[in-house]
Nanobody, 122 residues
Framework: VQLQASGGGLVQPGGSLRLSCAAS????????MGWYHQAPGKQRELVAAITSGGSTNYVDSVKGRITISRDNAKNTVYLQMNSLKPEDTAVYYC?????????????????WGQGTQVTVSS
């Protein structure tokens, strides 16, 4: 199982970006999915999460500016980021709780994507 994140880049303050994270492999189902970010010198922290049923939660600092969504048919989670601020600058990682066939066995594991850099600067 792999998670492939994409969509990061350089954007001016007030701009928008859309991150995507697609899961692939011998997947049976995906439970919770989420996005985390890690700024230089800081710990990785949760930005937003979404359940298999579509319930969402967000860290207070992004409420109203960032939306998490998922396409279960494509095994993909998205993060739409609007009104970006310099303090949003970080590496963004996706994470998913996935039920999959691993070495012939049904397993439930957390998987991380490789990270995508978001830089908000003028």
């Amino acid at each position: 199982v792999q998670l492939q994140a994409s969509g990061g880049g350089l954007v001016q303050p007030g701009g928008s970006l859309r991150l995507s994270c697609a899961a692939s492999g011998s997947i049976i189902s995906i439970n919770g999915m989420g996005w985390y970010h890690q700024a230089p010198g800081k710990q990785r922290e949760l930005v937003a999460a979404i359940t298999s049923g579509g319930s969402t939660n967000y860290v207070d600092s992004v409420k109203g500016r960032i939306t998490i969504s998922r396409d279960n048919a494509k095994n993909t989670v998205y993060l739409q980021m609007n009104s970006l601020k310099p303090e949003d600058t970080a590496v963004y990682y996706c994470k998913a709780d996935i039920v999959a066939i691993v070495s012939g066995n049904r397993e439930v594991n957390n998987y991380w994507g490789q990270g995508t850099q978001v830089t908000v600067s003028s």
